[in-house]
T-cell receptor, first 114, second 117 residues
Framework: KQEVTQIPAALSVPEGENLVLNCSFT??????LQWFRQDPGKGLTSLLLIQSSQREQTSGRLNASLDKSSGRSTLYIAASQPGDSATYLC?????????????FGAGTQVVVTP | EAGVAQSPRYKIIEKRQSVAFWCNPISGHATLYWYQQILGQGPKLLIQFQNNGVVDDSQLPKDRFSAERLKGVDSTLKIQPAKLEDSAVYLC???????????????FGPGTRLTVT
């Protein structure tokens, strides 16, 4: 059974510092991996989607890498801002399910202090 | 393009009462998902529809939860009777349908926060 883990559970950094968020998964047979952002009381906003054949994706200050062989993904956020404060979740689409079901981690709660 | 719509946004009920949530996916999205997110945890899939057919309801507590997707568009999720442990955010998501369906992004609605007292 696929397990997705995000460590640490919470992180606080001063504004301007780079953020590094980790995600690990136990089964490398995946279709893709997605990173989401969740603000308090809100739904999930998709940040980046990495297909299993890709090694990384970039969007503005965000960069996500994928290493299937080691079961790891890392989300980098450059030059953090207070507006980056949110919970970040990663999710994988296991190949054992052909319908695209996502298996989520519990998330990392990020606070960026001014 | 309009996103995934959900209502209500908040609901407070007493245990043993019933409640229903509504979701309208992005136009043209054939796949619809309902997730349950308990505080401090990641979302867990409850049920998945492909058009108006159920493709996965393995984690749906069928003794109290039910869901339907009328005409392959809108969907409702019902809980009857509710328990204290059903307090959570209920998220609806949708994605495109294709042979490569598992590679498509899922787009989430704002969720419904349910509190059972």
């Amino acid at each position: 059974k696929q397990e997705v883990t995000q460590i640490p559970a919470a992180l606080s950094v001063p504004e301007g510092e780079n953020l590094v968020l980790n995600c690990s998964f136990t089964d490398s047979a995946i279709y893709n991996l997605q990173w989401f952002r969740q603000d308090p009381g809100k739904g999930l906003t998709s940040l980046l989607l990495i297909q299993s054949s890709q090694r990384e994706q970039t969007s503005g200050r965000l960069n996500a890498s994928l290493d299937k062989s080691s079961g790891r993904s890392t989300l980098y956020i450059a030059a953090s801002q207070p507006g980056d404060s949110a919970t970040y979740l990663c999710a994988v689409a296991p190949r054992t399910d052909s319908w695209g079901k996502l298996q989520f981690g519990a998330g990392t709660q990020v606070v960026v202090t001014p | 393009e309009a996103g995934v719509a959900q209502s209500p946004r908040y609901k407070i009920i007493e245990k043993r009462q019933s409640v229903a949530f509504w979701c309208n996916p992005i136009s043209g999205h054939a796949t619809l998902y309902w997730y349950q997110q308990i505080l401090g945890q990641g979302p867990k899939l409850l049920i998945q529809f492909q058009n108006n057919g159920v493709v996965d309801d393995s984690q749906l507590p069928k003794d109290r939860f039910s869901a339907e997707r009328l005409k392959g568009v809108d969907s409702t999720l019902k809980i009857q009777p509710a328990k204290l442990e059903d307090s959570a955010v209920y998220l609806c998501a949708s994605s495109l349908d294709s042979l490569a369906r598992a590679s498509y992004e899922q787009y989430f609605g704002p969720g419904t926060r349910l509190t059972v007292t």
